[in-house]
């Protein structure tokens, strides 16, 4: 082809990259501030995980998973973080999160409070860009929305299950309009529910099953040493 037809294209995707590059600053400090909300443990141990490829079927057996490969599977399918209160699920977010922030290859994270968000009564993008983390940056509503639709966004909901009873049915309303405005939607969940998919394309289910005995051993032990 042309050149002059190739060069709108390379404008494009150099625009996207710089634009990406901008908003990744923003998106750090909202995970850092996240660490700190959370009290993120200065060291860590990988906690139990298992991974079930279709959770509507009940015949699946879930296989152990790594933080290294979920990193991999995050780029191409929506993940859901279940378990009990205190297993590690926000953790494992975090984590995941951190490691996405430094895989050349992966959308851009940006870690959000479920119930916070809910109660903001914001489609998902409008509270993102009011953040005054991403409005002193200058980071708009339309920057993120231009990196959203191919994909370039990756939404991290924490605690899904704390949202009230009262704005669940608004927030998934909201939460279809953010998957329905990307050709290739990316969203991190962590919630208590385990038969729960969202209505999310290319859903998978993320056990997460904390620490057994001989980790928590090792989990002591590097505590000590730091």
Same mark, same amino acid.
């Given at each position: ?120 009564? $914001? ?99 590097? $505590?000590?040493?730091?």
């Amino acid at each position: 082809p042309p050149i002059s037809t190739l060069f709108p294209y390379t404008t494009l995707f150099r625009s996207l990259d710089h634009l990406f590059a901008r908003v990744r600053g923003p998106a750090i400090q909202l995970l850092r501030n996240a660490e700190t909300a959370w009290r993120f443990p200065t060291v860590t141990v990988a906690v139990r995980m298992r991974l079930t490829d279709k959770p509507q079927d009940s015949k699946e057996s879930p296989r152990i998973v790594a933080l290294d490969a979920l990193v991999t599977i995050a780029r191409g399918a929506n993940l859901i973080f279940c378990g009990e209160a205190g297993v590690g699920k926000t953790t494992a977010l975090i984590e995941l999160s951190n490691h996405l922030l430094d895989d050349k290859d992966s959308p851009l994270p940006i870690f959000l409070n479920a119930p916070t968000w809910a109660a903001n009564s $914001q489609p998902l993008l409008n509270y993102i860009a009011g953040l005054p983390i991403f409005a002193e940056t200058n980071v708009s509503l339309r920057d993120l929305a231009r990196l959203h639709e191919p994909g370039k966004l990756l939404l991290v909901v924490n605690g899904w299950n704390e949202i009230g009873a009262g704005r669940l049915e608004e927030a998934r309303e909201r939460l279809a309009q953010f998957v329905s405005g990307s050709v290739a939607p990316h969203i991190l969940f962590s919630t208590r529910a385990i038969t729960d998919t969202f209505g999310l394309p290319d859903a998978k289910r993320v056990d997460v099953h904390g620490l057994d005995w001989e980790q928590q051993r090792e989990l002591i032990g590097l $505590q000590q040493i730091g």
